[in-house]
């Protein structure tokens, strides 16, 4: 279920990837710059707000959902590349803007299907979880790429095909393995999580050494298909991983019904009849409150980390709080992935290095989402450190790679894109874990997704608002001071960006704020423990576990009295006669 997991996710950043065909979108369709920055919102629209998904996978298994998703994603995307090659007649924008809205919105089918239902599967095993799950998604960009270039030679256009049958393929191929499954929580980080990470470092490792060797030497077909084969070598090798737990799994099974002697237990702990007496009557607030109105629990809601509402979550400060970072983190970063196009032309840079940003930026997009997964859980289990402070860091962080952009110096847009790519990536795991762990997992599809409506406002905000008006005017006035330039609204030179990205900066800073407030008020939450309620659940499942066993020794016991009984009566009786 987990290795299907990670084949979704590695398909399913066709969005992270329109730097490349943008400019395409934009030459062909004749658009300005604020129209593709529109066209581009409704992309991180569609990507982001997953609410409908989430509200699906409430009611239909994980399977459903996949295929909704994939059916969604292979009609936007196809009909966005029937646009661009001319295939169909030129639509209008808002028709557009639906096409790409549609083959987005597709990705949130496959990340609540699959990392929701993996988070259930293991909740604690969370942020491992989401950290790798999540960087697999960001190494997408990177691996569709790669494979791209493989099938399609140098023709970005037919990028967009590659992302219309791709991901709606391995959806279909994998959508009735992922599953929420019935097993024991355990509460150590399984060892085969780690195999996972280090076969995904090698991935990252292979797709930046291929990358840097692509931008010194001018690959061949048959090279790129070299690269694209290592890469999906790579891609399923952790099935390696899953075959070995499989076969330690069955082993382990078969080696207990062969040898029963360590299931044995002495000590019976016999559960007394008076216990069942206050269940019944514990039971009785929680069907009240659960048939009590949403307005009148929404404004006082539990405990942090017990099961929110969806109203109770929603107008919660803690909420309120996250979603301000997000807009402000996730926004500006966004801005900077999307506009990485427009940025390298303005600057004077190669189509090819525009490719080498957009693959920089995926990969060390991937490095951010294991990282803030990894290490803020086991800073948050070592040293009790509360995951906002984190996303407190990264946000903060983020801001050189604004300033870098600003700044336009030579080659500082290769650093600028390692910084944005990171920190970008760095903010989905921390944001779904923080969800998680305050609001609980109830209905963690719905407030997944709900979280992640930030990142298109922000995007609304600071990339159409605020970078694609100033190119324009940009622009404008250069087209109006040089005849040359034609009708093209196309800027060239820093002007294009520094005011953009210093106003995206300033913005970070305010979410840096909004989050070091959600730290504060948490910090006592996270000094506990988060995950004692799992813990609970596992010693009751041992208890039980253990109680069955004792029974059924006993059982077998009282069965082999009975039986030497009943042959000792049967002597007896044949030496009477």
């Known amino acids: 279920m987990f290795f299907s997991s990670i084949l979704v996710q590695a398909a399913a950043g066709g969005s992270y990837i329109f730097g490349i065909y943008s400019n395409d979108i934009k030459s062909s369709l004749g658009y300005d710059q604020s129209t593709l920055n529109t066209l581009s919102f409704f992309k991180d629209l569609g990507a982001n707000v997953g609410i409908i998904a989430g509200l699906v996978n409430e009611v239909l298994p994980p399977w459903g959902g996949l295929a909704i998703g994939a059916s969604m994603n292979l009609v936007g995307y196809l009909m966005i590349y029937l646009s661009v090659t001319g295939r169909t ?201 659960a048939a009590a109105s949403c307005a009148t629990n929404m404004f006082t809601p539990p405990n942090r980390g017990e099961d929110y509402t969806i109203p109770q979550a929603l107008v919660s400060v803690d909420m309120i709080l996250l979603f301000v ?129 930030a990142s298109p406002i922000g995007s609304y905000i600071l990339n159409v608002k605020v970078a694609g008006n100033i190119y324009d005017k940009e622009a404008l006035k250069q087209r109006d001071g040089v005849k040359s330039h034609g009708t093209d609204l196309t800027c060239v030179g820093v002007r294009c960006f520094r005011r953009s990205f210093i106003i995206i900066a300033a913005a970070t800073l305010v979410g840096v704020a909004a989050s070091l407030v959600l730290a504060w008020r948490t910090r006592t939450f996270y000094r506990g423990d988060i995950y004692a309620k799992f813990t609970e659940q596992v010693t009751a499942a041992e208890n039980e576990m253990a109680t069955g066993v004792s029974a059924g020794s006993m059982k077998l016991e009282g069965e082999e009295e009975t039986t030497k009984k009943t042959e000792k009566e049967k002597g007896e009786e044949a030496n009477d006669k």
């Open 325 to 453: 970072a997000t807009i402000c983190g996730v926004g500006g970063t966004l801005t900077a992935i999307d506009n990485m196009g427009q940025i390298g032309q303005s600057l004077g840079y190669p189509k090819q290095s525009v490719s080498t940003f957009v693959s920089l930026t995926s990969i060390w997009n991937y490095a951010g989402r294991v990282f803030a997964g990894f290490v803020s859980e086991i800073l948050l289990t070592k040293f009790k450190l509360p995951r906002p402070l984190m996303l407190s860091l990264v946000l903060f962080f983020s801001c050189f790679g604004h300033l870098l952009i600003a700044s336009g110096y030579r080659d500082s847009i290769y650093f600028a894109s390692v910084i944005n790519g990171f920190c970008f990536g760095a903010q989905w795991p921390l944001l779904f874990a923080i969800i998680s762990e305050i609001f609980g997992l109830k209905y963690y599809s719905t407030l997944y997704n709900f979280g992640a409506v």
């Open 89 to 289: 007649a030129p639509p209008p924008v808002w028709l557009m803007c639906l096409y790409i809205c549609v083959g987005a919105n597709s990705q949130t089918f496959a990340n609540t299907c699959s990392l929701v239902t993996c988070v259930k599967n293991f909740p604690e095993s969370r942020g491992v979880v989401l950290g790798l799950l999540k960087g697999w998604v960001g190494l997408s960009g990177a691996i569709m790429t790669q494979l791209y270039q493989a099938i399609y030679g140098d023709d970005s256009k037919s990028l967009i095909l590659l992302v219309a049958w791709l991901p709606a393929a391995v959806s279909f191929a994998f959508s009735s393995t992922i599953r929420i499954m019935k097993v024991t929580p355990t509460p150590k980080t399984p060892k085969a999580f780690y195999f996972i990470l280090y076969i995904s470092i090698c991935l990252a490792v292979f797709l930046m050494a291929v990358i840097i060797w692509q931008k010194r030497v001018t690959f061949s077909h048959a090279e790129f298909s070299v690269s694209a084969s290592v890469t999906l070598l790579l891609l399923f090798l952790p099935l390696a991983v899953v075959i070995k737990e499989e076969l330690k799994t069955f082993n382990q099974n078969q080696q207990t019904r062969r040898n029963p002697k360590p299931l044995s237990i002495t000590v019976v702990n016999p559960s007394p009849a008076p216990e069942s007496e206050p269940s019944s009557s514990d039971t009785s607030p929680k069907k009240k409150s």
